[in-house]
């Protein structure tokens, strides 16, 4: 079972940014595809960014296109999405997710087989 570790999230003005990490760690990681989702108030949980295991291939929402980047560290077991330009819109509880076995990062929920605790993003002046 592969576990999820989330840090990052917090209060910050629209137009600021904030760094959101998640450390995986478990019996094994393979080669599995890394993705963020987010949850907005009232919403259901929606696609936000993903990244291939090589760390090559990249995917993003259209509402986060240009202002958020995903990235992994160099042992990939560190998945980072970079916020920049926030807007209140933002605000949600943000969640990491594997992808057991694949590489592809998918857009789509069900493509994920683990998943973090969710950490709140709040952005509000």
């Known amino acids: 079972q592969v576990q999820l570790v989330e840090s990052g999230g917090g209060l910050v003005q629209p137009g600021g940014s904030l760094r959101l990490s998640c450390a995986a760690s478990?019996?094994?990681?393979?080669?599995?595809?890394m993705g963020w989702f987010r949850q907005i108030l009232g919403k259901e949980r929606e696609f936000v960014a993903a990244?291939?295991?090589?760390?090559?291939?990249?995917a993003y929402a259209e509402s986060v296109s240009g202002r958020f980047t995903i990235s992994r560290d160099n042992a990939k077991t560190t998945v980072i999405l970079q916020m920049n330009s926030l807007e209140p819109e933002d605000t949600a509880v943000y969640y990491c997710?594997?992808?057991?076995?694949?590489?592809?990062?998918?857009?789509?929920?069900?493509?994920?087989?683990?998943w973090g605790q969710g950490t709140q993003v709040t952005v509000s002046s």
């Open positions: 997710a594997a992808r057991g076995g694949n590489w592809y990062p998918s857009k789509e929920e069900s493509a994920y087989d683990h």
């Open positions: 478990g019996r094994t990681f393979g080669s599995p595809a």
């Open positions: 990244i291939s295991w090589s760390g090559r291939s990249t």
